[in-house]
T-cell receptor, first 113, second 114 residues
Framework: DGGITQSPKYLFRKEGQNVTLSCEQN?????MYWYRQDPGQGLRLIYY???????QKGDIAEGYSVSREKKESFPLTVTSAQKNPTAFYLC????????????FGPGTRLTVL | RKEVEQDPGPFNVPEGATVAFNCTYS??????FFWYRQDCRKEPKLLMS???SGNEDGRFTAQLNRASQYISLLIRDSKLSDSATYLC???????????????FGQGTILTVHP
């Protein structure tokens, strides 16, 4: 089946630790995105990548890092510098055409203990 | 002012009712428009794109008014399964790039009861 997968579904982290969230897609999409969603709020863009080996900061990139070594994969690292990392993290992909919509993975719910 | 604004609701309606959601956007450079549906603790899923001429998909009708920078979603004959959060989404092509940035409203909560 074609789609976007994210792992793990739930993640618990101690303060001061870095964690990496996985995102894989087999839709042959060029563009991939990471969003964060907090309760009662809309999605906010963390990072995006329009092509392999290139990525750009979104609106709230501080405390996060990404890589795009393969077309299918766009992992997100939440570093200890992120002051309030507890949130629902959503990965998305699209064809890369400017007017195209995006399709989302099932999300990872990160809780910092 | 938020780039995309929605009435957060919640809207509580009986089965069979007709309900309408509204959304306004502030950036006149917005290029494309969508409604997404998000169930509790799940990912957003595309419900429908919104075109200037208006478009319909079964019980759902979407309208776009570019002059007023206003988008609407009408749901007829509501079902229990329509209960969800509905996200208004606007795609803005950033200047000098081919990248379309999606901006999300905070969502409108709909609960359909028996």
């Amino acid at each position: 089946d074609g789609g976007i997968t994210q792992s793990p579904k739930y993640l618990f982290r101690k303060e001061g630790q870095n964690v990496t969230l996985s995102c894989e897609q087999n839709l042959n999409h060029d563009a991939m995105y990471w969003y964060r969603q907090d309760p009662g709020q809309g999605l906010r863009l963390i990072y995006y990548s329009q092509i392999v080996n290139d990525f750009q900061k979104g609106d709230i990139a501080e405390g996060y890092s990404v890589s795009r070594e393969k077309k299918e994969s766009f992992p997100l690292t939440v570093t200890s510098a992120q002051k309030n990392p507890t949130a629902f993290y959503l990965c998305a992909s699209s064809s890369g055409e400017p007017t195209d919509t995006q399709y989302f993975g099932p999300g990872t719910r990160l809780t910092v203990l | 002012r938020k780039e995309v604004e929605q009435d957060p609701g919640p809207f509580n309606v009986p089965e069979g009712a007709t309900v309408a959601f509204n959304c306004t956007y502030s950036n006149s450079a917005s290029q494309s428009f969508f409604w997404y549906r998000q169930d509790c603790r799940k990912e957003p899923k595309l419900l429908m794109s919104v075109y200037s001429s208006g478009n319909e998909d079964g019980r759902f009708t979407a309208q776009l008014n570019r002059a007023s920078q206003y988008i609407s979603l009408l749901i007829r004959d509501s079902k229990l399964s329509d209960s969800a959060t509905y996200l208004c989404v606007v795609n803005i092509i950033t200047g000098g790039t081919s990248y379309g940035k999606l901006t999300f409203g905070q969502g409108t909560i709909l609960t359909v009861h028996p």
